[in-house]
């Protein structure tokens, strides 16, 4: 599947924050089925199954249309016997998401400077 511009302005900040994932990483991982689309007219998120879960690892858009997306996406997990969904992404999701807790945190620090 390829993204269309549009498509890849809405995620390209969410992977440029934490993954820096290519847009043609996206892509290969759609076409070969890791990775799964779903979307809204102004909203998308990419997930991949990672182990018994679900994980949302880039989405971008419109917060309602997130919310949508999200209950799309653990409908999809329900039908398809995943246990959880996981979300990947900036702590301001814990307050706009219900029913998610926090187990674990993923901080990175660049070394441009020196180790110390």
């Not at 498509?7 to 390209?12: A, I, R, S």
């Not at 999809?76 to 016997?81: G, L, T, V």
Request: glycine share 10%; hydrophobic share 40%; proline share 2%.
């Amino acid at each position: 599947m390829i993204i269309s511009d549009k498509m890849w302005e809405v995620l390209k900040s969410s992977t440029e924050a934490y993954e820096n994932i290519s847009r043609e990483d996206v892509e290969s991982g759609l076409l070969s089925g890791d990775f799964m689309l779903f979307t809204a007219p102004q909203s998308l998120a990419v997930t991949c199954a990672y182990g018994d879960a679900l994980r949302v690892g880039l989405a971008g858009g419109d917060l309602e249309e997130l919310m949508e997306i999200e209950r799309d996406i653990c409908s999809y997990a329900k039908q398809n016997d995943f246990s959880s969904v996981e979300i990947i992404g900036r702590p301001g999701w814990e307050r706009a998401l219900g029913g998610y807790k926090r187990v674990a945190v993923i901080m990175r620090k660049g070394l441009s400077h020196g180790v110390h």
